[in-house]
């Protein structure tokens, strides 16, 4: 008998029905991996390829949700946010934050190239708001690809700021905007993930000028609502801030691929 190793498995096949593989306005391809390497020590930058990736459209912020493979037959979902998209070359960018362990990082671990997987998308229902005087993007590592992907997508009479929490300074990139932004980084430089006073204090003495502002918190889920009530606080309605919890400290996200509510 034969060892199969991870990276040359078949890729998990979803239940018969699955409702997330045929929601309206999204597409179900069989991707393959066309390249994969670190971008910095904790994340990597996947490329992967698929047909169906000539006529695919997106949001900025949105992502792709993948198939993999879970501990029992069934796959997870986990979602990641696409980085940039070459229709031309039928190429899908998706950066990828590396942790300690779960279906999703064991699935990257093995991501070389002819790897095959499920991907349905776009999925996620936050990019950036029109009508907006200024944007100000708040996170932690996990939100990078997509404060990112929607900080380079504003024209250039658009002004922002971008706070970001990352491990350490290797960990930061190079944002390649059209217009004027104020990027800060902090570092956590051995500090647990998952803390909120450095991006709730960011966010309490953050310059909020005149006029029609919007933030979009993204990251560990009680960072998330301790950020977001800061800038209620501050005067932001509700309806000038997108939060969206990309994970949870000390819990597994669920087989969709999100946190659980209560996290």
């Excluded at 390249?35 to 169906?52: G, I, Y």
Aim: charged share 20%; aromatic share 4%; glycine share 8%.
């Amino acid at each position: 008998m034969t060892d199969v190793s991870p990276a040359q498995a078949a890729p998990a096949q979803p239940p018969a029905g699955d409702p997330f593989l045929t929601m309206a306005g999204t597409s179900r391809m069989q991707l393959s991996v066309v390249e994969s390497h670190p971008v910095t020590p904790n994340m990597q930058r996947l490329l992967l390829t698929a047909p169906e990736l000539g006529d695919f459209s997106y949001l900025p912020g949105q992502d792709m949700m993948l198939l993999v493979a879970g501990d029992g037959d069934r796959p997870v979902r986990r979602r990641y946010t696409i980085r940039a998209l070459d229709p031309g070359r039928q190429l899908l960018t998706l950066d990828i934050v590396r942790h300690a362990d779960g279906p999703g990082e064991r699935w990257v671990r093995a991501a070389a190239p002819g790897v095959t997987v499920q991907g349905v998308g776009p999925r996620g229902k936050i990019s950036p708001a029109t009508d907006t005087d200024w944007h100000l993007f708040i996170g932690d590592e996990s939100s990078l690809a997509a404060i990112f992907s929607m900080a380079e997508s504003l024209p250039p009479q658009a002004s922002a700021t971008v706070i970001l929490e990352v491990p350490t300074p290797a960990d930061e990139q190079q944002l390649k905007a059209q217009t004027s932004v104020q990027l800060s980084w902090l570092h956590r430089d051995g500090s647990p993930a998952g803390e909120p006073d450095a991006l709730v204090s960011a966010a309490s003495a953050v310059p909020i000028p005149d006029g029609r502002p919007h933030a979009y918190v993204l990251g560990e889920a009680r960072v998330v609502s301790a950020v977001r009530e800061v800038l209620q606080a501050r005067g932001l309605e509700p309806g000038q801030v997108s939060p969206k919890a990309y994970w949870g400290r000390g819990k597994a996200n669920a087989s969709r691929g999100e946190p659980d509510k209560d996290s």
